[in-house]
T-cell receptor, first 115, second 113 residues
Framework: NAGVMQNPRHLVRRRGQEARLRCSPMKGHSHVYWYRQLPEEGLKFMVY????????ESGMPKERFSAEFPKEGPSILRIQQVVRGDSAAYFC?????????????FGEGSRLTVL | GDSVTQMEGPVTLSEEAFLTINCTYTATGYPSLFWYVQYPGEGLQLLLK???ADDKGSNKGFEATYRKETTSFHLEKGSVQVSDSAVYFC????????????WGAGTKLIIKP
């Protein structure tokens, strides 16, 4: 399957723990975007990354959230000291080398539940 | 700021019924408009899009027309199938930062045989 791969699909954490969500873009894609969907709401842009660079993090909360896309390996969205309000579906999307071309290719999402 | 509003679900229809899922938007510029679909157990995928007023996007029997005068992009299909059961998302892209899609909350569609 050459699609966008996200794992884990479901993650349960207790308040104060850390959550790490991983995203491998489609083959040939070098741009990664993270979106968050809170219950009963639409997706909200969080961050846009290229390999080893954060291009736009204007949608990321200023504290506890960080993202990276290393030269090797998947993109990681890291949430430190999780709180109940972090419970959401986190979607990763990718686009080709040329950047955004009018279509985003999404993974199945990672659903985080904070107890 | 820009926003997208789509009809709440779930929408339940019988097979071969006519489908309309309403989507309206507010935007200061000239956004592109999208419908994405998420089938059970899969990621979101682009269904159709329109980039300027009066454009009609179409795919798999679905259509939507970019209506600037009513700021709408309603999704329609003449005869739905059980396999169309999914969650449908309306979205717009900011004219200046086009990868920052603004999304509706999604509409769950259930088609009964």
């Amino acid at each position: 399957n050459a699609g966008v791969m996200q794992n884990p699909r479901h993650l349960v954490r207790r308040r104060g723990q850390e959550a790490r969500l991983r995203c491998s873009p489609m083959k040939g894609h070098s741009h990664v975007y993270w979106y968050r969907q809170l219950p009963e709401e639409g997706l909200k842009f969080m961050v846009y990354l290229q390999k080893e660079n954060i291009i736009d993090e204007s949608g990321m909360p200023k504290e506890r959230f960080s993202a990276e896309f290393p030269k090797e390996g998947p993109s990681i969205l890291r949430i430190q000291q999780v709180v109940r309000g972090d419970s959401a579906a986190y979607f990763c999307a990718s686009s080709p080398l040329s950047g955004y071309t009018g279509e985003l290719f999404f993974g199945e999402g990672s659903r985080l539940t904070v107890l | 700021g820009d926003s997208v509003t789509q009809m709440e679900g779930p929408v339940t229809l019988s097979e071969e019924a006519f489908l309309t899922i309403n989507c309206t938007y507010t935007a200061t510029g000239y956004p592109s408009l999208f419908w994405y679909v998420q089938y059970p157990g899969e990621g979101l995928q682009l269904l159709l899009k329109a980039t300027k007023a009066d454009d009609k996007g179409s795919n798999k029997g679905f259509e939507a027309t970019y209506r600037k005068e009513t700021t709408s992009f309603h999704l329609e299909k003449g005869s739905v199938q059980v396999s169309d059961s999914a969650v449908y998302f309306c979205a717009l892209s900011d004219e200046q930062i086009n990868y920052q899609l603004i999304w509706g909350a999604g509409t769950k569609l259930i088609i009964k045989p």
